[in-house]
């Protein structure tokens, strides 16, 4: 499935990926960076991780906690021939950002959003001298950034996403915010 049919799929099936300008930054970024050693949190079903893949020389571990999309994107990787230079991990990127050893040039946060700040510090440790955290949907509907909550229900992941943009801010030397898609946070170590 090439990447248009991927994403029309998915919007379809109300699987949430890279909003297309999201996507843009996304691939500046790549270009800038050259990274070598890529960390994607929330595979869903493969669409960034192409994009990743796609854009740069690198090799991308990526993690993902539903069976039913891991296994998606494993066929997809596979049919694009980049089975070679990707790392599938199934499970909840809580536990397995605890047991990683080695070093990111780049970290694309897009799991959980109400996990952001609880991953920070594991994130911070993972990335290399120079690396670059990329978290989307910092804004998440624009609510983090307005004063009044839509619904109970996410008033922890808003209060928590203001915290982690706070945490950013007073662990990295350099960060942009930006207001493409649903909010960037780019830090640089
Ligand atoms: C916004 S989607 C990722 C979209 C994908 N990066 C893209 O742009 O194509 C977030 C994904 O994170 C996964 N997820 C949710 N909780 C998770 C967790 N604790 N650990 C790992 N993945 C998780 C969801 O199942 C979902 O597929």
């Known amino acids: 499935m090439d990447l248009k ?3 029309t799929f998915a919007e379809k099936n109300f699987i949430p990926i890279l909003r297309e ?14 990274p070598k050693t890529v960390l994607e949190i929330g595979t869903a079903v493969g669409y960034s991780g ?4 796609k854009n740069s020389q690198c090799y991308l571990t990526t993690i993902e906690i539903d069976e039913n999309r891991f296994a998606f994107a494993k066929n997809l990787f596979k049919e694009n021939n980049f089975t070679d230079r990707v790392n599938q ?9 605890k047991n990683l050893n080695k070093k990111f040039d780049l970290i ?3 799991g959980p959003k109400g996990q952001y700040l609880k991953q920070l510090p594991y994130l911070y440790n993972l990335l290399s001298d120079n690396g670059t955290l990329f978290a ?5 509907h624009g609510w983090v950034k307005g004063n009044d909550y839509p619904t109970h229900k996410h008033r922890t992941a808003i209060l928590r996403l203001r915290a982690f943009i706070e945490e950013c801010k ?13 909010g960037i946070l780019i830090a640089k170590k």
């Open 50 to 53: 192409s994009i990743i893949l």
């Open 89 to 97: 991990i199934l499970g909840d990127a809580n536990e397995i950002l």
């Open 5 to 7: 049919d991927l994403r």
């Open 21 to 34: 300008n999201t996507e843009k930054v996304l691939i500046d970024i790549l270009k800038k960076e050259n």
């Open 136 to 140: 989307d949907n910092i804004y998440y």
């Open 108 to 110: 694309f946060l897009d």
């Open 170 to 182: 007073n662990k990295f030397p350099n960060i942009q915010l930006l207001d493409d898609g649903d």
